[in-house]
């Protein structure tokens, strides 16, 4: 439970820093600003074709009789623009870092550097980060929809799909933000996707704590935008938690075991 508020603390940490830090908390929030209106874009376009679409998707539905037709084309549209939204908040925090990279990576060397210690510096350029970066975001929202279908599917048992399943599916979503968010500060220091998971493997609480509270905000883009530049800084100062914390030795051999000579 240590670790839970631990992570939770990070998250605040990482809001405070950049509200104390007003010239960063702006840089900060106009990759996510920009995000929001190409999104907003996207999905009032959206909100106009469905019917459309829907309508050329279901050409075997034109001779239905009232209300079949209208009430099948009317749900198929809700779900069409239902999905929509739920693509655009998986995508939301992947797409704003890809857009932003250099904004953040800036944000994030100044969150290591007033903490003090060497700070990691990208020997990379731009163009290799940033195909990095979407590769590793597509790899993420691969894992993120395979669960997002998994328990879509467990939704439909009774009483567990309303209450258990919802609650996982934003521990899910608060994990892998979690790792979206550190690899800004990971990906400097020279760690690999495989290596960054493998890490905060090691301390699944702590990056609950981050991510499930920040996953429950992100539903809100209002909120999602003003909070992504405490976000970084937050997931900074979590990831110099992860890599300071040295190794577990290996445990002292019992002075009852045999060794043969």
């Not at 075997?60 to 209300?67: L, V, Y």
């Not at 739920?86 to 870092?97: D, E, G, K, Y």
Request: hydrophobic share 55%; net charge negative.
């Amino acid at each position: 439970m240590s670790d839970l508020g631990a992570g939770f603390g990070y998250l605040v940490k990482g809001q405070r820093w950049v509200f104390g830090h007003g010239r960063w908390f702006g840089f900060g929030l106009l990759p996510a600003l920009v995000t929001l209106v190409v999104y907003a874009g996207a999905l009032v376009g959206l909100g106009y074709g469905a019917d459309d679409f829907v309508a050329w998707a279901t050409p075997f539905a034109d001779d239905w009789s009232s209300p079949w037709l209208g009430l099948l084309r009317n749900t198929l549209v809700v779900l069409v623009f239902v999905f929509g939204i739920f693509l655009a908040v998986i995508t939301f925090t992947a797409v704003t870092l890809l857009v932003g990279q250099p904004f953040y990576e800036s944000l994030s060397e100044e969150v290591d550097r007033s903490e003090g210690g060497e700070v990691a510096e990208s020997d990379l350029p731009l163009w290799r980060e940033l195909w990095i970066s979407a590769r590793d975001s597509v790899r993420i929202l691969l894992r993120v929809a395979f669960y997002g279908v998994l328990l879509f599917v467990l939704g439909f048992i009774p009483v567990v799909g309303q209450t258990v399943v919802p609650a996982l599916g934003f521990c899910v979503s608060g994990y892998f933000l979690s790792e979206e968010l550190t690899a800004v500060a990971l990906q400097r220091r020279g760690m690999v996707q495989k290596d960054r998971l493998a890490l905060l493997r090691a301390r699944r609480m702590m990056v609950l704590g981050f991510g499930v509270p920040l996953a429950v905000a992100f539903v809100v883009p209002f909120v999602a935008v003003l909070l992504m530049p405490g976000a970084v800084a937050g997931a900074t100062l979590l990831a110099r938690e992860l890599t300071a914390t040295p190794a577990p030795e290996p445990a002292p051999s019992s002075p009852y075991t045999l060794h043969k000579d």
